[in-house]
């Protein structure tokens, strides 16, 4: 009973999901990511997306998502990390404060428990909010302090030409409607404002070694896969300007990484992951590229 439901269920997504949403071709392959995880990738542009997946991504983001022992959902432990993903969010925001001239106001769109909004503050940010669908992480950033929504972009309430820079870190894989995703972000950036993301590259190097043991594969949680030429197709498609993609690079912790490892070897890399947490160098950090890119378009 179950295997014909979910006969019936792949067909008829397949019937609603078949066009590209990036280009609308409606020529593309599909291939077994991972065991039993299927994806389309377009013929034309190289975006690959999973067009059976639940029907409610959100409801996944509660607290158990920022801590779990699911190596290929969520994080083993947001918290530990939040001392060196300091790292990483200021590089990306003094990077986008050349591009703006200034520490304007900013938006973090899928801000998370706030760690990148308390960077900026503590870099001398003085207007910066979030937007955040999780409801556990949304009265986690307000306990900090932070002004952040519970709610989507689109219903946040905003006004048009708010913002000089309005960044998606690790978001836009998870968005229903990309096109409409940034289309809205655009509406809301200011004249020169910019758009900075951060998302897995599909068509980069770490892909293309580790197939389906791709550490980004990550099935119901990741729902659209971009490469270069396919998130600077929908930044142009968008209303965006003097698009800009490139390979982009993660500050990691030993720790950190060790605790991603696990999926290739829990055994091996849980006992060192212990072993490591008792000592001072489980914190040090260093800059790794991690199969992600990094896109900048303007308004």
């Not at 078949?18 to 392959?29: A, D, E, P, R, V």
């Not at 639940?54 to 801590?67: M, P």
């Not at 993903?85 to 520490?103: A, E, M, V, W, Y």
Request: charged letters at 25%; a positive charge; aromatic letters at 16%.
């Amino acid at each position: 009973m179950i295997k014909s439901f979910a006969t019936v269920g792949y067909k008829m997504a397949k019937l609603t999901k078949h066009t590209c949403l990036i280009c609308g071709s409606k020529k593309h392959k599909e291939y077994w990511a991972m065991h039993g995880y299927k994806l389309a990738k377009c013929s034309n542009c190289s975006f690959v997306w999973d067009f059976f997946h639940s029907e409610n991504v959100l409801a996944q983001y509660d607290k158990s998502y920022f801590q779990n022992q699911n190596p290929k959902g969520g994080y083993a432990n947001y918290y530990e990390g939040m001392r060196v993903n300091k790292k990483t969010f200021t590089d990306r925001l003094n990077k986008i404060q050349k591009r703006i001239s200034g520490k304007g106001k900013f938006l973090d769109v899928g801000c998370a428990l706030g760690d990148c909004l308390m960077a900026a503050k503590e870099e001398g940010w003085k207007d910066v909010s979030g937007v955040e669908v999780s409801k556990f992480a949304y009265e986690f950033a307000i306990k900090r302090g932070l002004n952040v929504k519970n709610t989507t972009l689109d219903k946040a309430g905003f006004k048009p030409n708010s913002f000089e820079a309005i960044a998606y870190q690790d978001v836009i894989e998870h968005v229903e409607d990309p096109l409409y995703e940034l289309e809205t972000a655009h509406k809301l950036l200011k004249n020169k404002g910019y758009i900075f993301l951060v998302t897995p590259d599909v068509g980069g190097l770490w892909h293309k070694l580790l197939n389906g043991l791709w550490y980004h594969y990550k099935p119901g949680e990741h729902i659209m896969y971009f490469s270069q030429a396919s998130l600077r197709l929908a930044l142009e498609k968008t209303g965006y300007k003097n698009i800009e993609t490139r390979r982009t690079y993660h500050v990691l912790s030993i720790e950190y990484v060790l605790n991603r490892l696990k999926y290739y070897s829990p055994f091996i890399f849980d006992n060192l992951a212990k072993i490591v947490h008792g000592f001072h160098f489980k914190d040090f950090a260093f800059k790794a590229y991690t199969g992600e890119i990094e896109a900048w378009g303007q308004k």
